[in-house]
């Protein structure tokens, strides 16, 4: 029988825990709201990720590059954006708990219940006036709705008392300097994208760059969000990964199109379920889109974005030619229909922006798996986590079958050759069982064990995670089939 969602999350959550995937950030002083920190294995299942999505974006189309701007940047970038006036979210207090809440969400989760009751018309009557009021930055409105639909506290049984809802600007602001001063303020990034299109020229001319092109990046941004909900869902430090493609304006749509579904496609190589996603189309565009859409996943908590596809127009690109009076244009020498060069352009641009942290909680989730192994004679189970073998953070573990008798030499020597291409683990401690179940528990795609055959003949057992299948296979070909399943190629 499948658990209930709320009970496999609050599992996956412990599981991140007690096997070094995800920790509180400060835990030992009582933790730091919406701050994690990773662990030995969260770490490098999230390298993982990032080196998929690099050599998927990076290394498989030559027509897009990579960069690593500062997260400090001048503070006029920000006002260029629109993120000083607008990047805020409309927040509502309850008076009687004192608890603080986005009021768009609380009106999300109201429509999502009406979804989930089979009340569509009213789900969908709700969006449209909650749409209508943020488009028009109608507060009051806001509150009119979340006391329409008697909305009650989420964490509180008693009625609520709503305060007004009010903007939160979502941006950290600090000072730079020793001797700082209010025009010393700077700010830290909200999304990397901005890194990337003020260094959009410096990539084109010292790279020759012609377009269409794309600049990736992978970095920090770091939001202050009213509420923090849900895990590493909602972070106020994370990490995103985004790319930034360069078109001719009139062919930003067919471009859109076409970067909609490479990053869907991105995602189910990963062996997903396609019905765990699905597209949600914005309806309410943001100030600089002319479309957009996410990318969702079926968390145990429903769906959620993890992914968002923008065609943000030439909006950032003129709007910093604007503000740093430097010519944000490309001169596009190829030839129109009339046989003449398009001439000088502000290109448009398509953005896709994944959250590393999103992704990393949504593998966890697709990967967890508690397995009965009962017998009629005994009850046995195990806790696998069923990664692609290119995401596991240790790709195989070398166990001697006993500490003495030179097993555990042999399994070192064996080691060190395979770790110049794979990350390995050595573990001589317990039963050979147990062993297997602590790896089953990070996902390893392979144990070998090291016996005393291995001494005579230079072959071992190696034992399959998923299948728990074991065989005897000669040492020297071992690199070999690892490296066939933890080839970026199963991937890419
Ligand atoms: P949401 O509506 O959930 O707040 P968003 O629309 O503000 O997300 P974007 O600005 O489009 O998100 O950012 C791109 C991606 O960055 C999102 O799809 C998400 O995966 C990730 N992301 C955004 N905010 C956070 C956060 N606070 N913590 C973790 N990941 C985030």
């Not at 001063?181 to 010292?206: C, H, M, W």
């Not at 769906?303 to 244009?329: A, N, Y």
Request: glycine share 6%; net charge negative.
């Amino acid at each position: 029988m499948s658990k209930p969602t709320d009970e496999l999350f609050k599992n996956v959550i412990s599981h991140c825990k007690e096997y070094g995937f995800v920790f509180q950030s400060s835990e030992i002083y009582d933790g730091l709201s919406a701050v994690y920190d990773y662990g030995q294995n969260g770490s490098e299942l999230k390298n993982n990720i990032k080196t998929y999505w690099w050599k998927s974006m990076v290394q498989m189309h030559d027509n897009i590059v990579g960069i690593d701007s500062a997260i400090f940047m001048h503070p006029t970038i920000w006002k260029a954006s629109g993120h000083v006036d607008g990047f805020s979210d409309p927040m509502i207090d309850n008076k009687v708990t004192n608890k603080r809440y986005r009021a768009d969400q609380l009106l999300e989760d109201k429509i999502a219940k009406y979804e989930a009751d089979g009340e569509a018309d009213k789900a969908a009557a709700l969006q449209t006036a909650m749409d209508n009021a943020l488009k028009a930055e109608d507060l009051p409105r806001l509150k009119e709705l979340i006391i329409e639909q008697d909305i009650q506290d989420p964490l509180s049984k008693d009625k609520p008392d709503w305060t007004d809802v009010r903007q939160f600007n979502l941006m950290f602001s600090t000072q730079m300097g020793a001797i700082a001063g209010d025009a010393d303020v700077v700010y830290l990034r909200p999304e990397t994208a901005q890194g990337i299109f003020v260094n959009y020229l410096n990539v084109q001319k010292s790279g020759r760059m012609k377009i269409p092109f794309g600049i990736a990046q992978i970095g920090k941004a770091f939001r202050n969000e009213v509420i923090a909900r849900q895990f590493i869902i909602r972070m106020r430090e994370f990490e995103q990964m985004e790319m930034q493609y360069f078109v001719r304006p009139g062919t930003q749509r067919e471009w859109f199109e076409k970067w909609k579904e490479a990053r869907l496609k991105w995602h189910l190589a990963l062996g997903t379920d396609a019905a765990k996603y699905r597209y949600h189309e914005h309806t309410k565009l943001a100030h600089y889109a002319d479309a957009a859409y996410d990318i969702e996943f079926d968390f145990p908590f429903g769906f959620k974005e993890v992914e968002g596809i923008h065609s943000r127009t030439d909006f950032d690109l003129s709007q910093h030619e604007k503000f740093s009076r430097k010519k944000m244009q490309y001169f596009d020498p190829e030839l129109d229909e009339n046989g003449k060069p398009y001439g000088n352009y502000i290109p448009y641009v398509i953005e896709t922006s994944i959250g590393l942290d999103r992704m990393f909680l949504l593998t966890m989730i697709n990967a967890y798996e508690e397995e009965d192994l009962s017998t009629p004679e005994r009850q046995d189970s195990r806790t696998v986590l069923r990664l692609h073998p290119c995401l596991a953070p240790v790709k195989a573990a070398i166990f001697p079958l006993t500490k003495k008798d030179g097993l555990p030499e042999k399994a070192r020597e064996i080691m060190d050759k395979l770790k110049l291409d794979f990350n390995i683990q050595y573990e001589e401690k317990d039963a050979i069982g147990k062993r297997y179940r602590r790896q089953d528990a990070i996902g390893t795609p392979f144990c070998i064990t090291v016996d005393h055959q291995t001494l005579e003949d230079n072959t071992v057992t190696i034992r399959h995670r998923d299948t728990m299948v074991q065989e005897r296979v000669a040492a020297d070909d071992l690199e070999k089939i690892i490296g066939g399943l933890v080839s970026w190629k199963n991937l890419l």
